[in-house]
């Protein structure tokens, strides 16, 4: 490795985001002073970047996006949280739960934590607040909930994992002391999601249990009505139909999953125009800009953050910072600790997507070293960054929840906290229990 050269690319780094400039700009100027330190033709970063973008998986990021939007627009998101509200009952704290399971349900066709949390917000929280609830407490429980949308697939951060992952292979003597690891794909880590969405899932609805019972927020006056949740499944047939369509050709390996992204946007517009007849073209081009904002924002990080990780890799620093962790401890629940901890701590400053390119480099072979699984690693990851969408200061649901409610951020950062404690014993379970993460793919073949 050449002296300083670590320096250089961290320092820069850390000096631009001190002062305030975008992660993109942070990463790719960090990049560059660290290419002409080392003397590199500067033109090396525009064929890196290329090579970023150009791969086939990648096309399923704005074409999930896309999808996202479209389904928002024509009516299913509405449908699918109708249902999750049909089974509020007069349970403890049903609503909230409920809210928790539309968070489900969303986080099925939306891949996105604000965008979960904005969709099931505008709907649940007004209605939360009007059955007697705190405007912070249903603000909390809407942000905490909204984080599900990246575990549950398809997710836009699994996506990234598995771009980032794919060109990383386990140290040769990583292979030898622990036997060939499983390759990664974006269909196995759709699988590999679903039971740890649902262990994020149970941690919530626990939680919000407990609360909702020191509180006093009991269910609705009505019982649970069998006719009414049928009534919701009926009139929300279409948009239950999405996630089984696309995750099911994914799963059963009709069509890889940037198929079924494309087959997700036409299933929308078909659904939205011909049966919902609620999709019309100003409509389509609201979403249309919105993927747009969004896809090229979520590319120009993508092309900083690999050159930056590529700087990393040819400087083995990961090797040096595998080496660091492994002479503190070899013990895999201390590593796996230091891993969540850190994951914790960086979700609370940086975005999601930008962490995921910035530490895949770094932290997967780590992981490699003790004989952690990369799809059983990449979970935990997202599991544990979904985490800072609730958290201070960057915690986007949170202000997405602010604005809904109208209440502040303080007061909702606060109430969200023993949301966060819950998710973070969630993730301990997960990352203790590697099964919870490889059973289902291994059941079905992958």
């Known amino acids: 490795m050449n002296d300083y050269v670590v320096e250089v690319l961290f320092g820069t780094f850390a ?5 305030g400039a975008p992660i993109t700009v942070a990463l790719g100027v960090a990049a560059l002073a660290a290419m002409l330190y080392l003397g590199d033709n500067p033109i090396k970063m525009v064929q890196m970047a290329w090579s970023s973008v150009g791969s086939f998986p990648l096309m399923a990021l704005p074409s999930f996006i896309l999808a996202g939007a479209l389904m928002e627009a ?3 998101s509405r449908r699918l949280i109708s249902v999750a509200e049909s089974l509020a009952g007069p ?3 049903g609503l909230s739960a409920a809210t928790v399971v539309a968070c489900l349900f969303f986080g099925a066709i ?37 984080g599900l949308g990246i575990v549950i697939p398809p997710s836009i951060p699994m996506i990234i994992f598995g771009i980032s992952a794919m060109g990383i292979a386990p140290d040769p003597a990583a292979v030898e002391a622990h036997g060939q690891f499983q390759s990664v794909s974006i269909s196995k880590m759709f699988i590999a999601g679903f039971l740890p969405g649902a262990v994020m899932a149970g941690g919530l609805l626990l939680m919000n249990y407990v609360r909702c019972k ?6 609705s006056s009505e ?3 069998l006719r009414k949740f049928m009534c919701a499944c009926y009139q929300g047939f279409w948009a239950l139909l999405a996630p089984v369509v696309i995750l099911g050709g994914i799963y059963t390996g009709m069509f890889t999953p940037t198929e079924a992204a494309i087959i997700a946007i036409f299933y929308t517009l078909f659904v939205g125009i011909f049966i919902y007849r609620e999709l019309d073209l100003g409509e389509v081009f609201k979403a249309l800009e919105a993927t747009t904002w969004l896809a090229g924002r979520v590319l120009l990080v993508l092309f900083a953050a690999t050159i930056f990780g590529r700087i990393l890799v040819e400087n083995n620093v990961p090797g040096i910072i595998a080496g660091g962790i492994l002479g503190l401890t070899t013990n895999i629940y201390a590593i796996w600790a230091l891993i969540i901890g850190m994951l914790l701590i960086v979700g609370m400053f940086m975005e999601t997507l930008a962490a995921i390119m910035i530490l895949v480099p770094v932290m997967l072979p780590v992981a490699y070293m003790v004989g952690i699984d990369p799809i059983h690693f990449g979970i935990v990851m997202i599991c544990t960054l979904s985490v800072g969408f609730q958290t201070p200061p960057l915690g986007e649901n949170l202000f997405i929840a602010s604005g809904i409610s109208g209440e502040t951020i303080e007061k909702i950062s606060v109430t969200a ?10 993730i301990f ?17 992958y």
Do not use: C, E, K
Not at 111 to 133: D, H, K
Not at 214 to 219: L, P, S, T, V
């Open 223 to 225: 019982p649970l009505s």
């Open 110 to 146: 939306s891949g996105s934590g604000p965008a979960t949390t904005a969709a099931v917000g505008m709907l649940m929280i007004p209605g939360m607040i009007r059955n007697g609830y705190s405007r912070d407490y249903a603000a909390s429980t809407t942000a905490a909930a909204g």
């Open 429 to 445: 379970v997960i990352a203790m229990f590697p099964q919870i993460a490889l059973w289902l793919p291994a059941l079905l073949g």
């Open 15 to 19: 000096l631009l985001m001190v002062l």
């Open 91 to 93: 349970f403890t704290g």
């Open 74 to 76: 024509a009516g299913l």
């Open 417 to 426: 906290l023993p949301f966060a404690v819950a998710s973070t014993a969630a």
């Open 214 to 219: 020191r509180r006093g927020y009991h269910g």
